[in-house]
């Protein structure tokens, strides 16, 4: 992460008519949380929140107005390539307590909110929660308390991003997307990426190249590009690659395992 911040064109913000809002660790300007010792600090110059492992993290949710009955909050954790984040291997075998007596336990984030629905899509595999919206009436902004149980570097080896969505009869009304970093050492972790310090460099955008340098990729590593003209196309393809790609890089019994956790969370899904 440099101090360029996120370039994913997954990072954007349409507040809506409502006027729909989050604030990260109930962060509203840039002068808070830029000690090394704290739990959870959010960045302004990269748009990502950065957090430790397990700890609580305050949400503010603001709408400038109370939207329609049976509103809810729908929350996904995915990476730069649209794939859903879930929880590391070594804390979804069944070593963990926390995973063994909980109903989600691919899910990489939890609420505290007892009215939390942990969703997973049977036809994507995508992970999500969602809350129903309360709009306080002594207080700006209703505050639900999040915890992510992995680091995201240990998840997957790029960039993270978590999406708040504000829905009503599955019509978006407003939604607020920004990069997440779940580590040990927030507040050192954000000084350095501010400071374009750490060795892992962001990726860049789509018209650069990701490779700026002259060197020759091994056939193993070579890109290709396939233009289309039709989203539905485009979006077929991408599940197509990431499928072969996950194909060719995990081995046969690893597939086997992945297998047996997708299937159950196709089956708590269905009940």
Aim: net charge neutral; glycine share 4%; aromatic share 10%.
């Amino acid at each position: 992460m440099s101090g360029e911040g996120f370039s994913s064109p997954n990072v954007n913000h349409y507040p809506g008519q409502y006027q729909f809002t989050i604030h990260p660790g109930l962060q509203h300007d840039e002068s808070q949380f830029i000690q090394k010792n704290v739990e959870f600090t959010f960045s302004t110059k990269l748009n990502c929140l950065f957090v430790k492992k397990k700890a609580v993290c305050p949400f503010g949710i603001f709408t400038s107005d109370t939207p329609p009955p049976n509103s809810e909050i729908k929350v996904v954790v995915f990476s730069e390539d649209n794939v859903p984040v879930m929880r590391c291997r070594s804390h979804t075998e069944g070593n963990d307590n926390q995973c063994e007596d909980f109903i989600a336990p691919l899910h990489f984030m939890r609420c505290e909110n007892q009215s939390a629905i942990y969703h997973c899509c049977k036809d994507t595999g995508t992970l999500s929660l969602s809350l129903p919206f309360m709009k306080p009436e002594s207080v700006a902004e209703n505050v639900e308390n999040f915890t992510f149980l992995c680091s995201s570097r240990g998840c997957v080896k790029k960039e993270v991003f978590v999406k708040f969505s504000l829905i009503n009869s599955n019509v978006v009304l407003g939604h607020h997307t920004f990069g997440l970093h779940v580590c040990s050492t927030p507040g050192r972790d954000r000084m350095n990426h501010e400071a374009g310090k750490t060795s892992r460099k962001r990726k860049r955008p789509a018209a650069d190249s990701e490779h700026s340098d002259d060197t020759v990729l091994p056939p193993s590593q070579e890109t290709y590009e396939i233009v289309v003209k039709k989203a539905w196309i485009r979006d077929y393809l991408l599940r197509i690659n990431t499928g072969l790609e996950l194909l060719d890089a995990v081995p046969f019994e690893d597939q086997q395992k992945y297998l047996k956790r997708y299937l159950y969370c196709i089956y708590i899904f269905l009940h």
